[in-house]
């Protein structure tokens, strides 16, 4: 329960804890033995591409989050020539996160948009705890996020349109 009170301390809305926590316990009381159901803890960098914002989001079971020993490292890559900028970071898993930015001549600003690559690291003790990357763009104020699957200490590599 310390890890998941962790989770939810780093959302980015402190109301939305307020109505959370005493939903969660509730639901923890009232049925202990319902673990089929996955609750995930979520780290959420904001950075921008071209001015446009765009959240980066890595989820882990809450279950498994004492085996996370490091910072969640986070490479962005985008075409040469386009403007990128880190809004904010969180304390990801307890240990904090690195976002770099990095260009590259093989992606390309298309018709349908520009080419990003999410790559995501999180360091464990064990190679079996899954991790999910999701890259949302804040455009028109909707959340439509394309999502990638993996492992801890393993690079969990999104490929995307912005």
């Not at 005493?22 to 803890?41: G, I, K, Q």
């Not at 307890?94 to 990095?102: D, L």
């Not at 349908?112 to 190679?127: C, D, F, L, M, T």
Request: a positive charge; glycine letters at 6%; aromatic letters at 6%.
């Amino acid at each position: 329960m310390r890890h998941l009170a962790r989770c939810l301390q780093y959302r980015p809305t402190v109301s939305l804890v307020r109505v959370l926590l005493p939903l969660l316990a509730l639901f923890l009381v009232a049925a202990p033995e319902a673990n089929a159901a996955r609750t995930w803890c979520r780290t959420d960098p904001i950075i921008t591409i071209n001015g446009e914002l765009a959240d980066i989001f890595t989820l882990a079971p809450v279950e498994d989050l004492p085996k996370i020993t490091g910072a969640t490292q986070i490479v962005v890559v985008v075409p040469t020539g386009v403007s990128t900028s880190l809004i904010a970071t969180d304390a990801g898993f307890g240990y904090g996160e690195t976002v770099e930015f990095r260009t590259s001549e093989s992606l390309r600003v298309t018709a349908n948009g520009i080419e990003v690559v999410i790559r995501v690291y999180v360091p464990a003790k064990s190679n079996k705890v899954p991790i999910r990357v999701e890259f949302a763009p804040r455009a028109i104020g909707l959340l439509s996020p394309a999502s990638a699957t993996g492992t801890t200490n393993s690079w969990v590599v999104l490929k995307t349109i912005f």
